[in-house]
């Protein structure tokens, strides 16, 4: 099984170590194409208006300077024109990809694009709390046993699979629960205002993320209460509710 794996968070990153050791678990044909730099909320955009650089480190690992999306779209049409992967891994991803995050989210996006090239993909994140140490080990312990079994069952060729890992120790993961994507109460938008050293205004955008009361069946809900989330999203957004109630009004 030839496996691809991707992230967000570069080519550095302690999560794409840990999802390497993952996939070799798995398989010995393992491909790391990541970016060169930290892309944290690229979520799926391409670079279109700068070259794209390519950066072998050695056989099998490589560094895009460009965005999560471009580094899988190099690795298919650029590495893999013999033999496409049959696997696409995407993380891991340093802090937690549910409810709303999964729009902005370059992890999740690894994956869009691997569905949308027809590679089957699972988006992997390690939930965590700031100011605390990231439990990367619960990640590596349970990732190879969570992949195997999505393996086993499959899953749609329109969807891919968001999986979510706990901020509680390996031995205290109270399961895997097959949940939807959740909704965040409140998120409050940072915007912090500075002045450089010409004078010139700049801003730093962030999040303040309250803890809240999630839906007990849903990603946040279940990482809330110890368990590993799975969620298949899928790549069609339409609204067929919707799509019922314009054709009512409109035709």
Known sequence: MRILVSNDDGIHAPGLKVLEKVAKSLSKDVWVVAPEFEQSGAS???????????????ARRYAVRGTPTDCVMLAMHELFKDKKPDLLLSGINRGGNLGEDVTYSGTVAVAMEGALLGVPSIALSQVFTHGHAVKWKTAETHAPKVIRKLLKTGWSASTLINVNFPDVAADAVTGIEVVKQGKRDLTDLLLDARVDARGVPYYWIGFRRQKNKAKRQTDLGATDNGAISVTPLQLDLTHDAGIRALKSALT
């Open 44 to 58: 799926h955009s391409l670079t279109l208006t700068l070259p794209l650089r390519l950066r072998k480190i050695n």
